[in-house]
Protein backbone atom coordinates (compact mmCIF):
# COMPACT_ATOMS: atom_id res chain seq x y z
CA UNK A 1 0.00 0.00 0.00
CA UNK A 2 1.90 3.17 -1.00
CA UNK A 3 1.23 6.72 -1.62
CA UNK A 4 1.25 9.49 -4.12
CA UNK A 5 2.95 12.52 -2.64
CA UNK A 6 1.82 15.38 -4.86
CA UNK A 7 3.12 18.61 -5.04
CA UNK A 8 1.77 21.48 -6.72
CA UNK A 9 4.27 23.23 -8.97
CA UNK A 10 2.45 25.65 -10.68
CA UNK A 11 -0.79 27.56 -10.76
CA UNK A 12 -3.69 26.55 -12.81
CA UNK A 13 -4.50 30.26 -13.05
CA UNK A 14 -5.69 31.00 -16.19
CA UNK A 15 -6.32 27.25 -17.49
CA UNK A 16 -9.56 25.84 -18.38
CA UNK A 17 -11.94 25.28 -15.01
CA UNK A 18 -11.56 21.73 -15.63
CA UNK A 19 -7.83 21.83 -14.15
CA UNK A 20 -8.33 24.22 -11.04
CA UNK A 21 -11.55 21.60 -10.24
CA UNK A 22 -8.92 18.87 -10.40
CA UNK A 23 -6.53 20.19 -8.58
CA UNK A 24 -9.44 21.14 -5.65
CA UNK A 25 -10.46 17.47 -6.28
CA UNK A 26 -6.95 16.65 -5.11
CA UNK A 27 -6.80 18.86 -2.11
CA UNK A 28 -4.04 21.01 -3.73
CA UNK A 29 -4.56 24.77 -2.69
CA UNK A 30 -2.28 26.23 -3.78
CA UNK A 31 1.91 26.62 -5.07
CA UNK A 32 4.22 23.97 -3.69
CA UNK A 33 1.22 22.94 -1.60
CA UNK A 34 1.56 18.91 -0.70
CA UNK A 35 -0.99 16.13 -0.45
CA UNK A 36 -1.14 12.54 -0.39
CA UNK A 37 -3.42 10.24 -1.78
CA UNK A 38 -3.22 6.45 -1.88
CA UNK A 39 -2.11 4.64 -5.60
CA UNK A 40 -5.19 3.95 -7.02
CA UNK A 41 -6.06 4.54 -11.29
CA UNK A 42 -8.78 7.05 -10.36
CA UNK A 43 -6.18 9.51 -8.57
CA UNK A 44 -3.59 8.54 -11.55
CA UNK A 45 -6.21 9.67 -13.94
CA UNK A 46 -6.58 13.12 -11.63
CA UNK A 47 -2.80 13.83 -11.90
CA UNK A 48 -2.26 12.83 -15.62
CA UNK A 49 -5.26 15.57 -16.00
CA UNK A 50 -3.07 18.55 -14.54
CA UNK A 51 0.68 16.53 -15.16
CA UNK A 52 1.86 19.91 -16.21
CA UNK A 53 1.46 21.70 -12.80
CA UNK A 54 2.40 18.79 -10.29
CA UNK A 55 5.23 16.82 -9.56
CA UNK A 56 4.74 13.19 -7.81
CA UNK A 57 6.69 10.89 -5.65
CA UNK A 58 5.67 7.08 -4.47
CA UNK A 59 5.98 6.74 -1.05
CA UNK A 60 5.38 4.06 1.36
CA UNK A 61 3.77 5.98 4.06
CA UNK A 62 1.79 9.50 3.84
CA UNK A 63 2.83 12.55 6.38
CA UNK A 64 0.21 13.69 8.42
CA UNK A 65 0.22 17.62 8.60
CA UNK A 66 2.67 18.26 11.88
CA UNK A 67 4.33 15.56 10.01
CA UNK A 68 4.87 17.82 6.87
CA UNK A 69 5.55 21.09 9.19
CA UNK A 70 8.46 19.50 10.45
CA UNK A 71 10.27 17.58 7.77
CA UNK A 72 10.26 21.80 6.40
CA UNK A 73 11.33 23.52 9.46
CA UNK A 74 15.27 23.91 9.48
CA UNK A 75 17.63 22.40 12.31
CA UNK A 76 17.98 24.92 15.33
CA UNK A 77 21.02 24.43 16.17
CA UNK A 78 20.29 24.02 19.59
CA UNK A 79 19.02 21.37 22.02
CA UNK A 80 17.07 21.65 25.44
CA UNK A 81 19.09 19.67 28.22
CA UNK A 82 16.39 20.52 30.83
CA UNK A 83 13.53 22.97 31.36
CA UNK A 84 13.64 25.21 33.91
CA UNK B 1 13.21 65.14 -32.22
CA UNK B 2 10.14 62.55 -32.02
CA UNK B 3 10.27 59.69 -33.81
CA UNK B 4 7.18 57.91 -34.49
CA UNK B 5 7.11 54.22 -33.70
CA UNK B 6 4.42 51.99 -33.14
CA UNK B 7 4.62 52.27 -29.29
CA UNK B 8 4.34 56.02 -29.36
CA UNK B 9 1.93 56.12 -31.44
CA UNK B 10 -0.55 53.79 -30.44
CA UNK B 11 0.11 53.83 -26.31
CA UNK B 12 0.59 49.62 -25.58
CA UNK B 13 2.22 47.71 -27.67
CA UNK B 14 2.84 44.02 -26.99
CA UNK B 15 4.53 41.74 -29.39
CA UNK B 16 5.50 38.00 -29.45
CA UNK B 17 9.03 37.56 -30.98
CA UNK B 18 8.56 35.46 -34.22
CA UNK B 19 11.64 33.50 -32.87
CA UNK B 20 11.99 31.20 -29.29
CA UNK B 21 15.01 32.04 -27.88
CA UNK B 22 17.35 29.46 -26.75
CA UNK B 23 16.62 29.50 -22.90
CA UNK B 24 13.05 29.07 -23.59
CA UNK B 25 13.99 26.31 -26.10
CA UNK B 26 15.90 24.85 -22.40
CA UNK B 27 13.53 25.53 -20.51
CA UNK B 28 10.61 24.15 -22.78
CA UNK B 29 12.48 21.04 -22.87
CA UNK B 30 12.89 20.63 -19.15
CA UNK B 31 9.05 20.87 -19.17
CA UNK B 32 8.77 18.61 -21.49
CA UNK B 33 10.54 16.05 -19.24
CA UNK B 34 9.38 16.75 -16.17
CA UNK B 35 5.82 15.64 -17.61
CA UNK B 36 7.31 12.70 -18.76
CA UNK B 37 8.63 11.94 -15.41
CA UNK B 38 5.28 12.35 -13.47
CA UNK B 39 3.85 9.89 -16.25
CA UNK B 40 6.81 7.24 -15.31
CA UNK B 41 6.07 7.43 -11.89
CA UNK B 42 2.42 7.24 -11.85
CA UNK B 43 2.70 4.39 -14.20
CA UNK B 44 5.51 2.50 -11.98
CA UNK B 45 3.42 3.07 -8.56
CA UNK B 46 0.15 1.87 -10.49
CA UNK B 47 2.43 -1.27 -11.88
CA UNK B 48 3.61 -1.94 -8.11
CA UNK B 49 0.61 -1.93 -6.83
CA UNK B 50 -1.25 -4.13 -9.72
CA UNK B 51 -3.33 -1.51 -10.91
CA UNK B 52 -3.63 0.24 -14.87
CA UNK B 53 -5.04 3.30 -15.68
CA UNK B 54 -6.34 4.17 -19.26
CA UNK B 55 -5.08 7.96 -19.10
CA UNK B 56 -1.61 6.36 -18.63
CA UNK B 57 -1.92 4.01 -21.03
CA UNK B 58 -2.80 6.05 -23.64
CA UNK B 59 -0.20 8.35 -22.92
CA UNK B 60 2.30 5.93 -23.78
CA UNK B 61 0.59 4.74 -26.89
CA UNK B 62 -0.02 8.13 -28.39
CA UNK B 63 2.69 10.79 -26.94
CA UNK B 64 6.63 10.95 -27.69
CA UNK B 65 9.10 11.54 -24.96
CA UNK B 66 11.12 14.38 -24.95
CA UNK B 67 14.08 12.46 -26.42
CA UNK B 68 12.07 10.83 -29.00
CA UNK B 69 10.66 14.31 -30.46
CA UNK B 70 12.34 16.20 -33.38
CA UNK B 71 12.94 19.78 -32.63
CA UNK B 72 10.38 21.08 -35.33
CA UNK B 73 7.70 19.63 -32.71
CA UNK B 74 9.54 20.53 -29.59
CA UNK B 75 10.10 23.76 -30.57
CA UNK B 76 7.23 24.71 -33.16
CA UNK B 77 3.50 24.05 -33.43
CA UNK B 78 1.25 23.26 -36.90
CA UNK B 79 -0.86 26.02 -37.88
CA UNK B 80 -2.44 26.28 -41.37
CA UNK B 81 -2.45 30.07 -41.43
CA UNK B 82 0.87 30.01 -41.40
CA UNK B 83 3.44 29.81 -44.44
CA UNK B 84 4.88 26.80 -44.52
CA UNK B 85 2.39 25.78 -42.04
CA UNK B 86 4.26 26.45 -38.34
CA UNK B 87 4.78 28.54 -36.14
CA UNK B 88 6.83 28.87 -33.07
CA UNK B 89 5.48 27.00 -29.85
CA UNK B 90 5.57 30.18 -28.03
CA UNK B 91 2.94 31.50 -29.97
CA UNK B 92 0.71 29.03 -28.14
CA UNK B 93 -1.95 29.84 -25.06
CA UNK B 94 -0.41 29.29 -21.91
CA UNK B 95 2.25 27.46 -23.72
CA UNK B 96 4.25 26.76 -20.55
CA UNK B 97 1.45 24.93 -18.78
CA UNK B 98 0.31 22.70 -21.87
CA UNK B 99 1.28 19.37 -23.86
CA UNK B 100 1.66 19.73 -27.23
CA UNK B 101 3.58 16.85 -28.60
CA UNK B 102 1.81 15.48 -31.71
CA UNK B 103 0.86 17.05 -35.05
CA UNK B 104 -2.50 16.82 -36.75
CA UNK B 105 -2.38 13.05 -39.27
CA UNK B 106 0.17 14.19 -42.21
CA UNK B 107 2.06 17.25 -41.16
Known sequence: MSYFRITLIRSAIGLPRRSSDVLKALGLKRRMGVVFHRVTPSVAGQIMKVKELVEVEEVEKAMTKAELHMSRKPDPGYYVESRA | ?107
Do not use: C
Open chain 2, 1 to 107: MFKPTSSLLGGLLWKTPWRISQPQKARQRKRLRSVDRVVDTVSAALQRNGYEAKAVQRWYAEMPREEEMLPKDKYTIFDKKERKYRKGIHKLPKWTRVSQRVNPPGF
